[in-house]
């Protein structure tokens, strides 16, 4: 339930603090993916740097950054967009409080109002402090915003006394998590989604081929941001030499002919996203052994290959959604409009090679997304593109 999930693990200032190191680490045995935030306090308890090495992401505990916690400053909102679920363990009074009254003083109380995920609130403090009336008081209230509350365990406590306020086992914490992160419906639930991603390969012989810089990046994250979606999805790719998404179903494939065959079977699904580079252009013979320099002719005839998406545009069922990307050296939007319509595609992704950040094989992108009088932009991490266009195509706000 927790493999490829994105986890904020808020840590406030109590004791208990040094277990989240280890909850931390069974998150990441479950597949999750996790981020740390804390607060002021909890760094008297534990050091920065055990949760940056073991998230292998800078820990994040002021708004605005600074020379030890690089980043930008609207860091809470960028968290906020990406987590799954945010867990903090353990909650001190305080920091419920700040919850309870909006208060955003911090990058853990700041996040919590800019999550879209649920929350999932560990309240951990000695067992006086837990049965006081305002610990009470703004427990319900946090819980009338709809965030979720894992009671402490009773037993014994730092201040030495038993009393209830332990923070529970992990293994409890994991359950509530999971049991949280299963119970979210994506907008794309129940739907299958199609992806095709990297380049294609159109060999002369088989040591020569015709073939593009693709790297697949952006198709692998549109694939992992419609999984988080919900949606049961396949990645159909050419060569890459990226890692495969995990958990999500991957047929590889060479040829623009290999793709069309392999999409045709598939032609009926919910969405169909075309990030592939295909080639448009195949030799008319393929060798059998590699051409020799002094028999070989100094030109490749060529054919057209099949253009897959306007093939899938003619026939497309009403029920489905179908994505084309366009890649552009000039004129991209005259030119992406011009697809969008040709192709029948419902969204056409136009990005530029031109454009600083954006392109083949790059980590970053900036895209237009046009469909029918639609135009937005946006920019980011490719993982972040793929999100933001399947968020405003399936999830509109
Ligand atoms: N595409 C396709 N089959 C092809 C070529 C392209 O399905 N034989 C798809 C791509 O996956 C993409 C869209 O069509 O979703 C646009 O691809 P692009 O390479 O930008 O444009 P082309 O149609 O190839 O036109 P041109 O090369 O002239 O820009």
Redo the contacts with the bound molecule.
């Keep these: 339930m927790l493999s490829g999930k994105r986890i904020i693990l808020g840590v406030t200032g109590g004791i208990a603090a040094y277990k989240a190191v280890f909850l931390l680490r069974e998150f990441q045995k479950a597949g999750a993916e996790v981020r740390v935030t804390m607060t002021p306090s909890a760094i008297r308890f534990v050091g920065l740097e055990t949760f940056t090495s073991l998230s292998g992401h800078s820990v994040a505990v002021e708004i605005f950054p600074d020379e030890s916690d690089p980043g930008e400053w609207t860091r809470h909102i960028n968290w906020g967009e990406w987590a799954d679920l945010f867990i903090i363990a353990p909650c001190t009074g305080n920091t419920l409080a700040k919850i309870a009254n909006g208060i955003s003083d911090n990058m853990l109380t700041a996040t919590i109002l800019a999550a879209r995920s649920p929350i999932l609130i560990c309240p951990t403090m000695d067992g006086e402090m837990y049965e006081s009336p305002s610990v009470t008081e703004n427990l319900k209230r946090v819980q009338e915003f709809g965030y979720h509350i894992l009671e402490p365990d009773s037993g014994f406590l730092a201040s030495g006394l038993d009393g209830k306020g332990r923070l529970p086992e992990i293994p409890a914490i994991l359950e509530k998590a999971s049991e949280i992160i299963g119970s979210i419906k994506g907008p794309l639930e129940g739907k299958r989604v199609i992806v095709?991603a990297g380049p294609t390969r159109e060999h002369i012989d088989p040591v020569r081929f015709i073939s593009n810089p693709s790297s697949g990046k952006m198709g692998f994250a549109m694939a992992k941001a419609a999984q988080r979606m919900g949606a049961e999805v396949k990645v159909i790719h050419g060569p890459v030499s990226i890692p495969k998404p995990d958990g999500i179903l991957t047929q590889d494939i060479t040829s623009?002919q290999d793709l069309f065959s392999a999409v045709q079977v598939e032609a009926d699904a919910d969405v169909i996203i075309?990030?592939?580079?295909?080639?448009?252009f195949t030799p008319t013979e393929t060798f059998e052994h590699k051409i020799k320099k002094d028999t070989g002719s100094d030109s490749v005839p060529l054919k057209k290959?099949?253009?897959?998406?306007?093939w899938l545009g003619e026939r497309k069922p009403k029920h489905q959604v179908l994505i084309?990307?366009?890649?552009?050296t000039q004129h991209l939007i005259e030119?992406a409009n011009h697809?969008l319509q040709k192709?029948r595609a419902d969204w056409m992704v136009a990005n530029s090679l031109s454009t600083e950040g954006a392109g083949f094989e790059s980590d970053t992108n900036s895209v237009h997304l046009l469909g029918k009088d639609v135009h937005e932009e946006f920019m980011g991490t490719k993982e972040e593109v793929a999100e933001r266009v399947l968020n405003f195509i399936f999830n509109p706000q």
Aim: no cysteine.
């Design positions: 095709t623009a075309m990030s592939a580079a295909v080639s448009d290959t099949t253009d897959i998406l306007a084309g990307f366009a890649m552009e030119n697809k192709k």
